[in-house]
């Protein structure tokens, strides 16, 4: 056989025809690329980006010449001073250094082998003091700068103060039973969490404890056979407790004892006296004023927790176990002295009861109604 090829095929090298391969063109077999194939979409996006202009990216004046600046140069950011506490705030020194006495200036004698003291040593002797570092001096308290926390609407402020006046001077200035008994008489409320327990156990013992002392009612609960009596005697506990820090309830009769100096500074001793009063009852009681009792007590229905129970073949049973809070309004003596003392004063305003008063008869007819 003989070999046909074109001159211009025959100038050309073999290494030039392996490293240009002709294009192979697909067969009618071979299935064409869909043009909005993914790889084809971004084939064409690349060869026209490269034709196209970049832009150069927008030129910000401020970072470029912070850029250009050198590191010392640059404005560095400066930490927050700290600032001052108020005169009356629990969070500040217990004594202050303002306020506290200079230092003797006496000389004292020296003993041998001793080092001179900082304070007796003479001024040209005694190092420097060291000066205060920088951001540790406490910046003064500027009311601008917290009117954002402590006021953020102002105008809103200023129409609810506006209000408040308004309303005290509707009565010239008198106030209302409610606001006299509010300003007089202290009430603690308290409402215990949910225990695992029912309405009708709790509700019994509730019942047992409204009207009784404080102390009374934690001895009930102490010696209840109830299960839930023990939950309910720490919530009286708790109770108790805090209505003594929170409203400052049981402490109208302590006083100090000593006179601040030696032994005995800060022994407070109560010395409150014992008022009777008549109860609804008509007993007499001797009380403290200031002791707490259980002025009311009720109880609460929570949420039901659900739990499963196994049962035979593969079956079971959703057991709904109830929860139920308790809650108490804790007053001291002094509003169960006050309502006796009313009661006895209805009783004294009262009129005497008469078997046929003076007043004019009424209902009078010319006919017979019978």
Do not use: C
Not at 64 to 92: C, H, V
């Amino acid at each position: 056989m003989s070999l046909n090829l074109p001159s211009r095929h025959l100038a050309r090298s073999a290494p030039s025809l392996l490293s240009h391969p002709r294009p192979v063109l697909p067969s009618r077999h071979t299935s064409l690329p869909s043009p909005h194939s993914p790889h084809q979409s971004s084939q064409h996006r690349q060869i026209f980006n490269f034709f196209r202009k970049k832009r150069p990216p927008p030129i910000d004046p401020y970072t470029t010449d912070l850029l250009k600046q050198s590191p010392k140069t640059r404005p560095q950011r400066t930490a927050p001073e700290p600032g001052s506490l108020a005169s009356d705030s629990i969070f500040g020194p217990e004594t202050d250094p303002s306020t506290s006495p200079p230092p003797s200036t006496t000389a004292s004698p020296a003993t041998p082998g001793s080092k001179p003291d900082a304070a007796t040593s003479p001024p040209h002797a005694r190092a420097p003091a060291p000066a205060p570092s920088k951001g540790k001096s406490a910046a003064p308290r500027d009311p601008a700068l917290m009117a954002p926390a402590l006021n953020p609407n102002p105008s809103a402020r200023a129409r609810w103060q506006r209000k408040m006046v308004i309303r005290q001077i509707q009565h010239r200035g008198r106030l209302t039973k409610a606001q006299v008994l509010a300003r007089t008489e202290r009430v603690h409320l308290h409402k215990s969490p949910f225990f695992e327990t029912s309405l009708k156990k709790l509700y019994p013992l509730a019942r047992q404890i409204a009207g009784k002392s404080v102390e009374e009612a934690i001895v009930q609960m102490r010696f209840s056979k109830k299960r839930v009596a023990q939950d309910v005697k720490r919530e009286l506990a708790y109770a108790r407790d805090s209505a003594v820090v929170r409203a400052g309830m049981g402490l109208g009769g302590v006083k100090r004892v000593g006179n601040g100096e030696g032994e005995g500074r800060g022994m407070l001793e109560g010395g409150e006296e014992v008022v009777k009063y008549e109860n609804k009852d008509g007993k007499v009681k001797e009380v403290k004023p200031t002791a707490m009792y259980i002025d009311q007590a009720w109880v609460g229905r929570g949420k039901f927790d659900f739990a499963q129970i196994a049962r035979a073949r593969g079956n079971r049973n959703i057991a709904k176990r109830p929860t139920t809070s308790i809650s108490f309004v804790l007053k001291e003596e002094k509003t169960r002295i006050r309502l006796s003392k009313e009661r006895e004063q209805k009783r004294l305003d009262k009129k005497p009861w008469v078997h046929h008063p003076d007043r004019p008869i009424t209902a009078q007819s010319q006919y017979i109604l019978w």
